[in-house]
């Protein structure tokens, strides 16, 4: 992993205002330090009801053309990409940000004066580690001639492939670092060509879009301002792939490659992946104290009475190892038939608790719910101390290996801190008899 880089945000709160590019409303903009872990979430200010709205896939919406939208409930907020891009180039992974209307002042039509004001205040870091997607193998999607890709790297990389009929074809490839994306891709504004006006303006929207805060290329090639680079279109184009793929809550480290893509398939791409459940293994190499109680547990787990033998999950790392907790009670069905005078949980059914742990903590980490975990072999099993009636066990277990469909795990079972039992088993993924 290197080393672990720390989550952060503002160190004070900032304030813009301007015209919305799609709506032409005034609007007002705060942007407001917020905790670890609590993501970028949009907030109304002009609406009695409004609902506080995520940065997530699951809150994308494709409300107005040629920009990116969030809704929730009734709360609608637009042409995110800009803001989302400033503050992904920045590395701020939580704030709020609060405005008075649907849009985000459209600025000069770059994300350079969002980054000139973050400056002013400067960061905060925070102690929780920052999250990365991460992908093991190429993620891909197409459509006709649009493609978006992402390889496998342990950095951020974007390759951006632009042509249209009236320009010159355009490519380019940065390692995004921050310092990279504030000298090569915030300055890059908006651009439209100017057959597409009419049209536009026929959609109802780029209302508040004007030569200062657009560029206007003609039929000829020419633009209507001077360009800031020569290959401003393409790395216009990176910033707003960099701010829509923050609609997954945190930055790839991948080598990202795009070819002729568009806000909505940019979109449609990270929900791809959130369907896929490759966002949701982002924390693959960090330890999660967070508990996980039983019915979270059995979401995943196809177990049901009386064979549901973990209570609450208490830490785990993805891919690596997990701690869960069995209490017994004398009403355990078990006891009724073994040894009812002197019960004693099973050995087998303390190997089979090591055993579910272990298929819950692949299971969830693939997020496939049509897969169950089958035991493959058992080994080296010892039984060392009884488990009566009033024990709590803890189960330990750890990936030891691990392919594709089969892992070998190590299990530990502890009571008041001494050894009860330990095997080493295997467990098999394997679709449901019912796919």
Known sequence: MGNVESQQTLQSEISISG??????????????????????????????????VNVCPENWKDILPRC???QKGDTIISSIEHLLSALAGMRIDNAVVELNAQEPPGLDGSALLYINKIQEVGLTQLDVPRRYIEVSEPF????????????????????FAYDHPNTAPQF????????TYIRDIA??????????????Q????????????????????????????????????TLDLIG??????????????????GHTFHAQFVNAMAEKGILDSTLKDEKINQTVEAKEIYRILPHRHPMCLIDRVIEYENGKRAVGIKNLTYNEPIFEGHFPVEPVMPG??????????GAWLLLQEIGKEDQLGYFRSISKATFRKTVIPGDQLRLEIEIVQRRSTLARIAGEVYVDGALATEAELSIALAPTENE
């Open 244 to 261: 829509d793929l923050y609609l997954a809550g945190y930055l790839p480290k991948a080598q990202v490659i795009a070819m002729r893509t």
């Open 202 to 237: 026929a959609l109802g929207i780029g209302k508040g879009a004007s030569y200062d805060n657009v560029l206007v290329v003609k039929s000829d090639g020419e633009t209507s301002s001077e360009l800031r680079f020569n290959d401003e279109f393409v790395r216009h184009k």
């Open 172 to 179: 380019a490839t940065w390692e995004m670092t921050p310092e």
């Open 140 to 159: 891909v999607i197409s459509d006709d001639n649009k493609q978006l890709i992402f390889l496998p790297s342990d950095k951020f990389e974007v390759t």
């Open 68 to 70: 990116t939208s969030l």
């Open 348 to 357: 087998v059914l303390q190997v089979e608790a090591l055993a579910q742990l």
């Open 187 to 200: 300055p890059a504004r908006s651009f439209c060509f100017e057959a597409e006006i009419e049209a536009l």
């Open 19 to 52: 015209i919305g590019l799609m709506l032409g409303e005034s609007v007002e903009l705060t942007i407001k330090p917020a905790p670890a872990d609590y993501g970028i979430v949009f907030h109304r200010t002009d609406q009695t009801d409004s609902s506080e």
